[in-house]
């Protein structure tokens, strides 16, 4: 066992270390179904230049093409109205295989053939916050009522898991808005990370932190 997680360790740490991507390079890229990335070119890849995307849309994981998502209520002691619920979702973040083609084919339209998408950035989740938007009440709600959660994901389709637990007065409010997506307009979760940007126009190449913010609008996750 400890062979193989040495391994996927070493597998990691190389990942990132190989990805000196250049803050001079950022371009906006705008996909036709409206979904936007910055790319970074990679340094020391002059002739067959490599990219770096990073991503700005947090997602719901899908099972069987449906929201992954679990909600269940419960009773009180006489089993006779329901005293609150439980709700589970899974998040995730990263471009589907449909956009990662138009971005590839974007890249060499823009770059030339020789150019190439080695895949996400790596955003690095130590100080990383998970907020959801309060000026709605679904909102205030899951804001309130996050009682446990993974580990933000630092790589593309990594997976986070959330947990709530809604009181009584909370349930049908959620649940009627799962029904009907609509209500949910306006009900955003955020994540911020950091990633690492270098200098690469002077002789002496420089790291620095660089802030990004992952956004996900619930009215289109269910």
Known sequence: MKPIFYILCFSLAFQINAQVICKETKTLIQLRNGNTVHIYKERNS?????????PNQLKLVKKNGKPGYSFLDYKNANNSTTDGAIFHMLVTWGLNKKELQELKLKIKSKYGDKASLAGAVYLDNMRSRISFSTHTNVGKILSQSLKSKGAPPTHASGK?????????HQVNIVK??????????????????????????????VAQNTSTVLKGKLQNWF
């Open 160 to 168: 986070m898991a959330l947990s709530f637990r809604f009181k009584k």
């Open 46 to 54: 002059k002739n067959s230049p490599i990219y770096y995307y990073v």
């Open 176 to 205: 009627q808005a799962l029904k009907t997506p609509s209500k949910l307009k306006g009900t955003n979760m955020s994540i911020n990370y950091t990633y690492k940007t270098n200098t690469c126009k002077q002789g002496l190449s």
